[in-house]
C-alpha cells in the first residue's frame, strides 16, 4: 500500500509502484546499494553526508573524495575523472549537499550522468528546500534517494528510492 501512495506522489513523472523501494530511512538504502553495486569504488564529493563513507568503509569498499572548490562548487569533469581512475561502480550526490547547503547546477549532474557508467545516486534528502530536483534524470544508472526526516517525520524512519524497474527489482 506504501508503495502505491509514494508511486502515486510521483504519477505526474510517470512512475508506479514498481520505481519505488522502501528503507529503514535513507541509510538502509545507502547500505542496500553499496551491497548491491559491484565492489569497486564508491565516489563522493568531499565535503557531503558522511553516512556515504561510513556505510562504505563498513562494508569493506574502497572510497575515494572528490574534493570541492573554495566556492563549494562541484567539478563534473573533475568528479567524472576520479570515478574512470578509480573504476567506481557507484557515486553519491547530495542534492542540496549536505553539510555545505549548496544546490549543484543541473549542468554539472547532467555532465555526470551522462559519462559515469556506474549508478549514480542523486540523494535528495533536502529536496523541501530546494527549487529542483533530478527525476526526470532516472535512468537504469541513475537513482533518486528520498527520505521523510526532513519533513517532520524523522521518527517514521522511512526512506525510499526512485529508479527504474529493473535497477529496483535488482
Known amino acids: 500500500k506504501v508503495l502505491e501512495r509514494l508511486a502515486n506522489l510521483h504519477a505526474q513523472d510517470g512512475l508506479a509502484a514498481e520505481n519505488v523501494l522502501l528503507g529503514n530511512g535513507s541509510d538502509e538504502i545507502i547500505q542496500m546499494l553499496l551491497m548491491a553495486a559491484d565492489n569497486n569504488a564508491c565516489v563522493m564529493p568531499q565535503p557531503t553526508f558522511t553516512m556515504y563513507e561510513l556505510i562504505s568503509r563498513w562494508l569493506k569498499r ?3 573524495s572528490v574534493p570541492l572548490d573554495k566556492d563549494f562548487s562541484l567539478n563534473a569533469e573533475g568528479f567524472v575523472r576520479v570515478c574512470a ?3 567506481a561502480s557507484i557515486a553519491f550526490l547530495a542534492c542540496p549537499n549536505n553539510p555545505t547547503g549548496n544546490m549543484w547546477p543541473r549542468s554539472t549532474i547532467t555532465q555526470i550522468a551522462e559519462n559515469f557508467r556506474g549508478l549514480l545516486v542523486i540523494d535528495e534528502a533536502y529536496r523541501p528546500f530546494a527549487d529542483d ?3 526526470d534524470m532516472l ?3 541513475v537513482l533518486i534517494l528520498r527520505t521523510f526526516s526532513k519533513l517532520g517525520m524523522a521518527g517514521l524512519r522511512l526512506g525510499y528510492l ?3 524497474p529493473e535497477t529496483i527489482a535488482h
Open 62 to 64: 574502497p572510497v575515494a
Open 85 to 87: 581512475r578509480e573504476k
Open 133 to 135: 530536483t533530478f527525476v
Open 139 to 141: 535512468s537504469p544508472n
Open 162 to 164: 526512485l529508479g527504474h
